[in-house]
């Protein structure tokens, strides 16, 4: 009985980690003036950030690594102005 339950538990995982948010539909869903947080929805928290600022002027770049995917999306004071998509190599 237990290790049904163990082997149960190793297939969710798996399962659930081979489902990656970084798609070309998602990208699709990103939209210029979003925020941080409405990205962070749609593609889960970011595997790579980056940036910086002059006084009030904030510029900050995220990257999210899929399976098939690599999506950046850059951040103008916390708003999206750049989003870009491309395919990984194999």
Same mark, same amino acid.
């Given at each position: 009985?237990?290790? +049904?339950?163990? @082997? /149960? @538990? @190793? /297939?969710? /995982?798996?399962l659930v980690s081979a489902c990656?948010?970084?798609?070309?539909?998602?990208?699709?869903? /990103?939209?210029?003036?979003? !925020? *941080?947080?409405?990205?962070? *929805?749609?593609? %889960?928290?970011?595997d790579d950030v980056s940036g %910086?600022?002059?006084?009030?002027?904030?510029?900050?770049?995220? !990257?999210?690594?899929?399976?098939?995917? +690599?999506? !950046? @999306? !850059?951040?103008?004071?916390?708003?999206?102005?750049?989003?870009?998509?491309?395919?990984?190599?194999?």
């Amino acid at each position: 009985m237990n290790r +049904t339950r163990i @082997a /149960l @538990a @190793a /297939l969710t /995982l798996l399962l659930v980690s081979a489902c990656s948010k970084v798609t070309p539909d998602n990208y699709e869903k /990103l939209e210029s003036g979003m !925020t *941080q947080d409405e990205v962070h *929805q749609i593609l %889960g928290k970011p595997d790579d950030v980056s940036g %910086g600022g002059i006084g009030k002027l904030t510029v900050s770049t995220e !990257t999210w690594n899929g399976p098939k995917h +690599t999506i !950046t @999306a !850059t951040f103008t004071g916390e708003k999206l102005s750049i989003k870009h998509i491309e395919p990984r190599e194999k």
